[in-house]
């Protein structure tokens, strides 16, 4: 990224530097470059009466202000021209070595060394214009710590992102943790072609995010609104400063290495993934490295070292207390702070809880987890009974231990809003001896966000914010199909069909151990494929959690997908388990698609005649073979053999 254009207001002045100007950081979208307008109409917004003279250099002729904009180009010197900025793109196309996420702290550095600029993040937004906006949330989400504020217009919601040897789906919808600490908004016209993934996202968003806002206009793909945008800008910028995070923080990141709000995080991760950091403060967090999000498969095989700033005292000793949730397995441990006052901490992608106390610490109590008694989710109008378990990682015993619930939205009923625990010892989980009691009115909403106090006696100890997912009763489903390692024809990209073997099984359409499937609803007269909900303890043992994709591009040019399930079934289901779940899925309805949602029940028969799965196989640099496999139970022993070839090629079997 070498290129820019830069519009700078009337009152810079190259000979009086002490007077200094706030910076927008703006990214073009498809088809675009930095310098002047595009071709098509969307991309006009640069200056005269380009966009209803509602443009960047109209707005920064009457505004002290810089904006900035950057290139997106994503071709060498003498290679065919490519319109597809950024190198994201759908399956497959993040197809060079670029990585502008990577680059852009350099840029900033740049203009704040070149230009009369206001060098920190309350003076700093980012915004852009579809592929752009999308780029806005990714760069803005990655670096909170450089971006007080954050736009996108008309953005894309997903896309696939993140370096050419490991691209992963990136999604804003499962983001939201990463903006907690910045101001965000979405502007987008009522004629949008992709506002169908603007609205599904925005559902989720407004519900969790409290200066996350959208705004729909009478347009189409394009920049609506610009003034009314960088006016919101200008308008975060006379905020009160805040160049720290929230007490505690959260934040996932697509790149194996990366610095957040100071902290530096490296990792050996070389699969495709998601470094997640949780309730992020000087007294710990927890960490995990996922293939997918929400709720991918953890990869507890990945090395995570992280390096705090220096917050603490410096050549002190800590005692480090790592607790993985999945496993039970502690480990305790010293370290000391560097002269400066950082400290290295060392786990792996595992579901960890990280505890840092010093010398006589007393407790220290987080939410281990927590679970919707009877369901998986919250069913609107019907009572709910939250309960949750607590985590000591500290140095000393926790009693008289409480917690107080409180929705942060309204329309949600509150029916026991206190409850109590027993008390916790060091590196202990206790559940709550009785529930949180609740009603969601309200019908609308996918999802609930809550914020629990957590008190030691009459003293609040910490505070979190837990998010819970919404799902109303749907419809039984009579018209299914399981597809258990089968052939069958299937609707595609919406509009279309494919054959293929959906499933790993005998095919008998019989759900049996050991077998993995897809749940096929048969409407319109084709055959659709499903993302599952349930809350059963014999379906994907060990944490395993297997999804495909359904591109949708064909049909939208968006580059969003369909997501469904392929749940695998325990070997130890016993024989006539019902399993009770819930499905989705899409119908097309150009430019928009229509959310179908059923519920419907499989009973597991048969026996476990499934062989395990292998889904990779790798030879790391130290020669060491690591091998991805899924099986319905336990696997006990793996042989691996090593072929190497006349022509030194290496081949790896594993049986």
Known sequence: MRNYRIFLPPGYDEKNPKKRFPVIYFLHGWDQRYFGSGQWEYASYDMGEENHGDNIANFVATHDVIVVKSDGYNKSPGEEYDRRPYNVGNINQVDTHRQFPVYYPELISFIDENYHTIANRNHRAISGLSMGGFMAF?????YPHLFSTIGSFCGAVEFYAGSRSMPVEYRHIDMFKNFTDTKVRLNYGDKDFIRAYQED????????????????YD?????CGLGEMFDFFMDAFHDVPNSKPSSKWNHIDVYPEFTVWYYHVNSDRDTPGF?????????????????????????????????TPPIYEENSVYFINKINLVTSEITQSETKS??????????????NEIGINEAGAKSNLVIASFETINAGWIIPGNDTRLSVKL??????????????ITPTRDGTKMKTSEIRFPDIPVNNIRNSILPFEFSVISDSVEIVQFEIIIKEGNKSISSQKIEVPVRKEAPEVKDFMIADGRYVTVASAGVDTVTMILGKGNGDGIANPGESFVILVKDNGLWRRTKLFFSDNYLNPSGINQREEDSWFAYDKVGASFKYSIPLISSGCPQGHKVEMQCEYWLPDYPLHTIKRGKLTIEVSGNDSTPPIVRWVKVDGDNTIVANLWDGSKINDVKARFFLTRDSTKYVVVS
């Open 138 to 142: 990714l760069i803005g989400g990655k």
């Open 275 to 307: 470094t997640i950091l949780e309730n992020v403060d000087t007294r710990g967090w927890r960490s995990s490295v996922r293939e997918f999000l929400p709720d991918g498969q953890l990869l507890p095989f990945v090395n995570v070292t992280l390096t």
């Open 201 to 216: 996202f925005s559902r989720i968003w407004t519900q969790v995010l409290d200066d996350y806002k959208k705004f729909i």
């Open 219 to 223: 347009a189409e793909h394009s920049t």
């Open 338 to 351: 560097d002269d400066e006052g950082r400290l290295r901490i060392v786990t792996d992608g595992g579901l």
């Open 391 to 404: 985590l000591n990682k500290g140095l000393s015993g926790a009693k008289n231990v409480s917690a107080i």
